[in-house]
């Protein structure tokens, strides 16, 4: 079946540092990808997504990738605020509209 | 536009007892999906609605769980003789009537069993 590999946190960065979290899939087609954010005690709020290969998915600063040849949607962001601490969750939905997550990324923004 | 309501927000329960999960999805929305998260893990899918009809459980255990949407009301996921590992975060998420990809979802229950 499908499944998502994510980099295993926590993942500790000083504020405006670069982020990357790191992203495959594995499906038997192509599914769609999203990025969920998790902030403590809340449920996922959609972060971004792609639906097709060479996508690019943006919000908030954040961008990911769509890339069939690497099968990876890595999370990206240029400067970091404290205020993005949460858990990042990776996703994919390879049809039957059943999402397959990752285990989550916890990013913790150090002043 | 309200998202999508979950009540109650947290539940506590003794081993043995039943315990009831409710979503409201949002509005116009008629597709609703339940995922547990256990701790320190992602999600996991469980059961796809639509209304009055269950369209995958695959990932519901066997016994002791259920769901529903029916026509009006939320839709209910229903645990029974609950057990200490159904401790978990229990999400649902909502897409539209169209064929929609993006889940949209709500704050989550969290079930503790004593």
């Known amino acids: 079946g499908d499944s998502v590999t994510q980099m295993e946190g926590p993942v500790t960065l000083s504020e405006e540092a670069f982020l990357t979290i790191n992203c495959t899939y594995t499906?038997?087609?192509?599914?769609?990808l999203f990025w969920y954010v998790q902030y403590p005690g809340e449920g996922l709020q959609l972060l971004l997504k792609?639906?097709?290969?060479?996508d690019k998915g943006s919000n908030k600063g954040f961008e990911a990738t769509y890339r069939k040849e690497t099968t990876s949607f890595h999370l990206e962001k240029g400067s970091v605020q404290v205020s993005d601490s949460a858990v990042y969750f990776c996703a994919g939905e390879g049809g039957g509209n059943k999402l397959t997550f990752g285990t989550g990324t916890q990013l913790k923004v150090e002043l | 536009n309200a998202g999508v309501m979950q009540n109650p927000r947290h539940l506590v329960r003794r081993r043995g007892q039943e315990a009831r999960l409710r979503c409201s999805p949002m509005?116009?929305?008629?597709?609703v999906y339940w995922y547990r998260q256990l701790p320190e893990e992602g999600l996991k899918f469980m059961v796809y609605l639509q209304k009055e009809n269950i369209i995958d459980e695959s990932g519901m255990p066997k016994e002791r769980f259920s769901a529903e949407f029916p026509k009006e009301g939320p839709s209910i996921l229903r645990i029974q003789q609950v057990v200490r590992g159904d401790s978990a975060a229990y999400f649902c998420?909502?897409?539209?009537?169209?064929?929609?990809?993006?889940?949209?979802f709500g704050p989550g229950t969290r079930l503790l069993v004593l």
């Open positions: 499906a038997t087609g192509y599914p769609s």
């Open positions: 509005k116009g929305h008629s597709h």
């Open positions: 792609a639906t097709k290969a060479d």
């Open positions: 998420a909502s897409s539209p009537r169209d064929r929609e990809e993006t889940q949209y």
